[in-house]
């Protein structure tokens, strides 16, 4: 039998009354820089300056607010890898009602902490999120906890529609209608009650998905007309990797959604750098997927339109970003690595280095090695890190080691050891 939509508009609107007071508008914005760089008007919706870091807030703090009196004093568990978690600790903290969170192993160790701080129990299960629910189901039938799942609990989903009728009200008065709206995917909870919204008032508004390339689940789940289980692999957008879509929100949005895009590890990256270089914010990689999406050229149909990006969540480990960082660097051309054979003999590296120098790049790491070589003993390897400008520099510093140690010295990219 078919699952049915799990919310209708009216609820949406219930659920913006509802959480007035416990939830301020976010600020929609639009990017000048952006906006240039991709011939697209881009408004950013910043659900990440909420209190908690992301637009969970929203259905949590409807989902709790409709609980009746007896089970506030009995409490909540909720599985998540630490958006939901976090933002459930927090308005329970604030509600006083006891909050107990289950994560996989995996989850960011801020956002651990963080429910910490607010009081909640925080326990560790699985490998992940499916692995974590199980657990976190079979807990709350025997502690009479209220279950309340991240994306698919009805009360959630609506909270999370109340984003959209903020972004019309603000774009409204503007004098602005959006062409387009892109919401990251994983659970599909903000894109079931986001869509639900736009397409009710709205419905010439392009609503689009985008997913992380490691965890297709709602694309897998739309070809199959059902939600379909997928194996996540690990994805600077973490907390997209839900390996089952959740079945209401599935049944809410399979119809009400225009295209879903896959993005690739790079593209996030980039979007991540993107956002602290041009916008100066932080955002997660689930949060970044919206504007990684503009950025994979896969939405060129949209140039010269109004497309409102969600920046989702802004919660990302202070080390996890320094990778995402360094990855969106590599993806760009302007951290490049490559490796040359040499003459092992006075003044090879200082020639190397020399080189470098006329190219202007800047050398991060530089290694030398000789042993683990199959060429002439004559010869050593050396694997070299440089910053470029931009991946037009780094076309010429690739020009300029071949050009003077041949193509078959120099190799662009991760050198293999014992390759030559």
Known sequence: METKPAIQFHDITAAAYRIRKGVKETP???????????????YFKKDLLLPTGSFKERGVRNALELLPPEQKKKGVIAASAGNHALALAYHGQLMGIPVEVVTPETAPLMKVSQCKKCGAVVTKHGTNLEEAKQFATVRANEQQLQYINGYDYPPILAGQGTAALEIIEQLEKLGKTADAVVIPVGGGGLLAGMAVAFKHLQPQVEVIAAESEECPGFSESLKVGRPSLVSPKP???????????????????KDKVDKCLAISESDIAIAILRLVEMEKIVVEGAGATGLAACLSGQLDHLKGKIVVVMLSGGNIDTTALGRCLERGLAADGRLVKFGVLLSDRPGGIAGLTQLLYEQNVSVKD?????????????????????????????????NALITRYGASSVHWGAWKIGEN
């Open 366 to 398: 530089i290694v030398h090695e000789r042993t683990w070589l199959k060429t002439s003993i004559f010869f050593v390897e050396v694997d070299c890190v440089v910053e470029t400008t931009d991946e037009e520099h780094a076309l010429k510093l690739k």
């Open 235 to 253: 994805s600077l957008a973490d907390g997209l990797a839900v390996p089952l879509v959740g079945t209401n929100s599935f049944a809410t949005a």
């Open 28 to 42: 929609l914005e639009k990017s000048l820089k952006l906006s240039a760089m991709l011939g697209m008007e881009i």
